[in-house]
């Protein structure tokens, strides 16, 4: 099978998988889609190597995260370093990020964290703005747009110096340029983290815009250090929550916001809300910004940052419109 994107990546046999991990000696991690182990090329460098459970048909989303990230080159995507296909054996190697993921960081299973663990506000800052660097840069720098259909904590990796690289692209669907609009036949991502269009087409049509969705959710995990539903999904209709995230929005109170020691990292805090919950995770696509547009919010001062239109935060089974006067009267910035 000739996939395009291949000929870009190294092709390694199962043997070269077994030996640069030790026969499989250090797990990572471990998902639904098999397994992740640390392992070393003959070079001496580090990598990761994701290791695919059995696919079935024709491995679509193997190939497609291969044929994906093999058109990238920025400092905030992971580096594909090659792929092993061989009968049923299917592999991915990575660079190896020595912080792991962002979740470690921001909520562990009791959803509390060691002083240690903790970021500072500034790391945070730079992490979120890092990421969206790497959207932008996945929308509006490749040849061709990559759409990330699984932004969140768990998907993106730290370096040691917690430079953030997106990885993860097996969800992702790749369009030609002059695309904004894509036909997808069901939702594709996490259910805390997608976006309400591909549920409900009748809101909007799914575009980039739709992993600007997921970005907010994850900035406002970034920001609360916990994550924002806890709850198990049975239906659709229960998987668009932002009205939970404003109930809960109490700031220095009940949200939980802690280490702010300054004005300085007050504005941080403070520039991350509200570019998350009041802009990204809008209900209707089209009043969400654009990455670039991130990208510009990030980097003014919180003086200049505008406030949308009557914005509304709703879910299929309930709509809690809020006005910007509402958000500010429940916060301690008022």
């Not at 030790?22 to 797990?27: I, L, R, V, W």
């Not at 296909?85 to 979740?103: C, D, Q, T, V, W």
């Not at 700031?251 to 403070?270: D, H, R, S, V, Y």
């Not at 009043?287 to 991130?294: A, D, I, L, Y």
């Amino acid at each position: 099978m000739k996939i395009e994107g291949l000929a870009s990546s190294r092709r390694y046999t199962y043997k070269d998988i077994k030996r640069m991990t030790n026969s499989f000696g250090e797990k990572l991690g471990q998902g639904a889609y098999g397994c992740v182990y640390k392992g070393k090329l003959q070079d001496g460098q580090l990598v990761v190597v994701k290791l695919l459970k059995k696919l079935k048909g024709n491995a679509e989303e193997f190939f497609n995260e291969v044929a994906s990230i093999s058109r990238t080159s920025h400092v905030n995507v992971v580096s594909l370093l090659g792929f092993c296909f061989e009968g049923s054996k299917r592999a991915l190697i990575y660079e190896f990020m020595p912080n792991g993921s962002l979740e470690n960081f921001i909520f562990n299973r009791s959803d509390t964290l060691e002083v240690d663990q903790q970021l500072s506000w500034d790391t945070l800052y730079k992490i979120s703005l890092g990421i969206a660097h790497g959207l932008e840069y996945l929308h509006r720098g490749c040849n061709t747009r990559i759409l990330h259909f699984d932004i969140k904590p768990h998907n993106i990796l730290l370096d040691r110096n917690y430079c953030p690289k997106i990885s993860d692209f097996g969800l992702a669907k790749i369009c030609p340029r002059e695309e904004s609009i894509v036909s997808m036949l069901g939702a594709r991502g996490t259910p805390r983290y997608i976006a309400p269009e591909l549920i409900m087409r009748n809101i909007g049509g799914v575009s980039h815009k739709s992993y600007v969705h997921s970005y907010g959710i994850m900035v406002l995990e970034m920001v609360g250090r916990r994550k924002n539903i806890e709850v198990t999904v049975d239906h659709t209709s229960k998987i668009y929550f932002p009205h939970w995230v404003h109930q809960r929005l109490k700031l220095q109170e009940e949200f939980g916001l802690c280490g702010i020691t300054n004005e300085e990292e007050e504005g941080i805090a403070k520039k991350m809300i509200v570019i998350s919950l009041w802009w990204c995770i809008q209900i209707d696509p089209r009043g969400r910004p654009s990455m670039t547009q991130v990208v510009e919010m990030l980097k003014g001062s919180v003086e200049a940052l505008q406030v949308p239109p009557k914005p509304t935060f709703s879910s299929p089974s309930r709509s809690l419109a809020v006005s910007p006067g509402e958000i500010s009267s429940n916060s301690s910035w008022g």
